[in-house]
């Protein structure tokens, strides 16, 4: 036993601070004393390398992100693009900014709704590219986002959750407002028993407060949330919260390769749903 | 008397909360009661939106932000857009891309340096693009940040602003040790007075309390910083900090639309310091 646990220490220091809590974790359900052989650190560390992205408990609340995450934003890029010129990447740079400076609001203690902010950001990178914007033809053509449709896949999985009794609760940057629309358009709203905006608190994800808000909101602990999401800012962000975090692969998306590793990775919401009810 | 104070009364109301700390500073050294004439509001408003950028009081400190405002960034562009492809928008999203996830770790409470976060965020854009780059090769890519040029006007603009006593300071989200190999570099470092670098705060600009700390590093108050930048995030967060605000309109670079509006705006640093100088 007592050689078992010096394994044990040491690969908690090999594994480094960022997955220190995902160790600590596994530690009880999984049994992770047995995965430690004499062969060494090589074969344990590669073992939990392996599980490390299925090892998480049963959350209390599933949050989901909106943006990307269930709606599929196509149309709104196509709509933004056509007003900067036809340039795809600068679709791409338009929603980056818009991002960007919804942290530079937050950070600066301010709060603007997040399509105004959209709206302003479209008009900074219209006119970089030599393209003056009123701040109406700007608001036009960030509309849209308002009339998304869900993926494909999104309806059956929030059913699959839904019927197993999972709590679910969307989170989005998207003002209440603007969410609700955003939901009923979707055809999504009755999957969820609570529908949350970060206008509520006034600070933007992925802000450390808005998440530790939400599951106060709730009346769970952070530990009990899981933060489904397409954005690597913002399972980043929910990590550091303390709250468990799946990705879901969407086109476009990458992880922040500075954050801690989500606990769940998939490239659709139906394998996620499908994963976790295996296993509930 | 009672007529005009009636007239500045409801102009305070028109010209709104985003100006207002320009409007109360106006009043002292302008007089702006002279400008209210009985043609009312309109005649009123447009004189003040015109002297809306040249009034200011002198700074006890001007700060000056580094990367784009003093050096050119031209060479970093060029090495990170020929690891990507030779796409030139590609660069200005990763520039961007950078500069979110500076505040996705400030607001998650983390700090990582600013040129990882560069190396990690290129990774990320190169992935998106089907361009897989190794953390090492990422950071080869924005080497060249610790040797940029400063832009053509620079050191004439500096030298006058010093020889007129002005007390100067470089005030960069970069780390200390990068900020004086780039000022080093540069020839520039003998203009400052003080170097700071964010990397003491552990928050990167334009969170407000950074600006905070950098004046109570100075020994000054709020209102005795003016900040020089080109970037329109840095001086709507440094208006918003209480600083006085001047923008170099550097190609590419535009003000946030929701911000406050600069006291000073100037297309490079050399007019910048003429027109301080005159008024001093």
């Known amino acids: 036993m007592g050689f078992y646990l010096l394994f044990l220490v040491v690969s908690l220091k090999k594994i480094e601070m960022n997955n220190r809590s995902f160790f600590l974790k596994t530690i009880a359900p999984v049994g992770s004393l047995s995965l430690i052989d004499v062969d060494g650190f090589a074969t344990e560390s590669k073992s939990l390398s392996k599980e490390k992205v299925s090892v998480w408990s049963k959350p209390k609340i599933i949050f989901f992100d909106v943006n990307e995450t269930l709606l599929d934003l196509e149309p709104l890029k196509k709509s933004v693009v ?81 019927k197993a009794g999972y709590l679910l609760v969307s989170f989005s940057n998207s003002s209440n407002k603007a969410v609700k629309v955003q939901l009923d358009h979707a055809g999504i709203t009755s999957f969820f028993d609570q529908i949350l905006s970060v206008e509520d ?30 954005h690597g800012w913002d399972v980043g962000g929910a990590k550091w919260a303390g709250w468990q975090t799946v990705f879901i692969t969407r086109p476009g998306q990458q992880l922040f390769p500075l954050a801690i590793t989500p606990d769940i990775i998939e490239n659709d919401l139906l394998k996620f749903a499908v994963k976790i009810l295996k296993s509930s």
């Open 201 to 230: 608190y006034g600070k933007y994800k992925p802000h450390l407060e808005v998440y530790h808000w939400a599951a106060r909101k709730m009346n769970v602990e952070n530990s009990d949330c899981m933060l489904v999401a397409a």
């Open 82 to 162: 056509a007003k900067l010129g036809g340039n795809k990447e600068l679709g791409t740079l338009w929603f980056t900014t818009m991002l960007q400076y919804s942290l530079v609001v937050t950070v600066s203690s301010q709060y603007f709704d997040f399509g105004r902010i959209g709206a302003a950001t479209l008009m900074m990178v219209a006119k970089n590219n030599e393209i003056e914007l009123s701040e109406d033809e700007a608001k036009e053509a960030v509309e849209p986002m308002l009339s998304l449709k869900p993926h494909s896949e999104v309806k059956e999985a929030l059913a699959l959750l839904k």
